[in-house]
């Protein structure tokens, strides 16, 4: 990893160059055309941008126009950007790059036609690094980092292979890091690069070192955070940042909370929300929505704190469709907890599925059926069960699993209506759709404080929307919600909380009836909360903030 942090400022100028010596040999390697080539409904990772966006990007560029500047667009799409730029941009010299030629129109060739435009067919991949532009404009593909195996957006195809930087690059990183940092490479000192890009940069672990880059190579000049979208129609956070190309990093970063497109349109009152950070707390600062609660207070916890055994997830099959059993078929099957929809009330009672899981010996029916499953994952597409293949051509016991560890406590990753720890007191077996916990002391109590409003809240603002009402927590963000500590509470709380909890247990989930134990739960922990804070919160506030996630 980057230690930008470290690095005094007289030595900056060094660092930058060493890092940016190692990018341009990651990506100044030439190309085989063919295998750059897209496939017939290959994933290109394609979101558009809107006219709006489209021209409220084109503004923050025309902040820095210079006469004649020279602007790239590596991925023009339908060439939204370009065709976007006014009486101003009539002199710049403008090169476009589209690596899927379908979308190349008559109408955006006639546009290349004039002679301070050129429209290169191919990878930007391709691109000579060499190539330096004052301006870059772009919404890169975003595909993610398990889904770059083969075709057009591999990482071969991207010089992922380059020993310089295998340890540079995390292995996680979607695609649009790579055109991020290859773009950067392609500006001119001082020159400017506006992308829109999605928000998982803000919190993921790659985007620790998305941000170190920037740092390195440059500074952020401004952040808009569409936390609910940017794109019409795909309901997912994004942002769009400016960057520079220049080591001036006593100027802040501008960063402006937004909640989706309409926002837009009252462009002259975006700076009213603009929160102002110095460069390196780019590094430092929390991008999730800010709360009315202080979880910073001593009284709350991270959750990887308060249990016996490290968080993970459940265990994995194989295949789901090939492993994964509605009813008890064959002899080394284990029951299993799969489908959390099936777990009617907060305790699990029984298992809902099995999951075929061979340890020593092998009785000749599953023999059978696994030389039949193993037949049918050859012959499926190329792209579909890639490991899975790689492990039947070098392991003999390319079938055989992980069985994780039990835990009296799972909890579901996908989030909608529902964000329940259900209580699993005798420790069945779970898939990987769950998160495992096991918590020793104080069960109950702990039951009753993880289904709280407090706890939900937190998980919540940990998560990322999928679209659609869907949200999703990550492990590593699983781990560090905030819940109250229960070491912290009364004698007379925690007993109430146990009964509560023990109430809790066999409510239904999807009814009413839990509704009013929670709010006892609630309201217990408020009381405790405002003690210790000398506040006056009120249940009205967490059901409001916990609202704001789910509609």
Known sequence: ???????????????????????ELFFSKDFETKTNKPKQDENLGQVFTSAILAKFMIGLLKESLKPYSSILDPCIGPNTFFKAMNEDFSNCNLKGIEIDISLITEEIKKFYESPNRTL???????????????????????VRQELLIEGANSKDSIR?????????????????????????????????????????????????????????????????????????????????????????????????????????????????????????????????????????????????????????RGTSAVVNSHFI????????????????????????????????????????????????VKNEILKTPTQKFIAVKRDIETKRDWYKINLKATGNFIFNYYLRNNIDFIYNPNKFLSSDNFYILNIKNNELANFAILNSSFTRLNTLSNSRSQGNGLRKIQLYEFKEVKVID?????????????LLGKELMNVSRYEDDQKHIIESIDLLLIEEYNAINCSSLTIDVLINEIKEYLN
């Not at 990893?1 to 890092?19: I, R």
């Not at 440059?218 to 952040?223: M, N, T």
């Not at 912290?488 to 925690?494: A, F, V």
């Open 1 to 23: 990893m980057l230690n930008y942090v470290c690095e005094p400022y007289k030595e900056l100028e060094e660092v930058v160059q060493t890092f940016e010596e190692q990018l």
């Open 120 to 142: 290169i067919k191919g990878s930007f991949f391709d691109f000579p690094i060499t190539e330096k532009f004052d301006q870059i404009v772009q919404n890169p593909p975003y």
């Open 160 to 312: 992922y292979n380059v020993s310089s930087l295998l340890s540079t690059i995390p292995s996680q990183s979607n695609l649009y890091i790579y055109f991020l940092l290859k773009s950067i490479l392609h500006l001119k000192e001082g020159g400017v690069m506006v992308a829109v890009i999605y928000d998982s940069w803000l919190y993921s672990s790659f985007g620790k070192f998305l941000k170190e880059s920037f740092l390195k190579l440059g500074r952020l000049e401004s952040i808009y955070h569409f936390k609910k979208s940017a794109f019409d129609n795909v309901e997912v956070g994004a942002t769009v940042i400016k960057f520079v190309k220049d080591n001036n990093h006593k100027k802040s970063i501008s960063y402006i909370p937004l909640n989706d497109l309409n926002d837009l349109r009252t462009y002259n009152g975006l700076n009213a929300n603009c929160i102002k950070l110095k460069q390196q707390e780019l590094l430092t600062y929390s991008f999730n929505n800010q709360s009315q609660i202080n979880y910073k207070s001593s009284l709350f916890k991270e959750l990887k704190t308060i249990v016996s055994q490290p968080i993970q």
């Open 325 to 372: 059993f509605s009813k008890n078929e064959l002899p080394e099957l284990k029951p299993i907890i799969k489908d959390v929809s099936r777990i009617k009330t907060y305790t699990v009672n029984e298992e809902n599925a099995y999951i075929l899981a061979v340890n020593g010996s092998i009785s000749n029916e599953t023999k059978q059926y696994l030389e039949s």
């Open 486 to 498: 229960v070491n912290k509470l009364s004698e007379l709380t925690i007993k109430k909380l146990e």
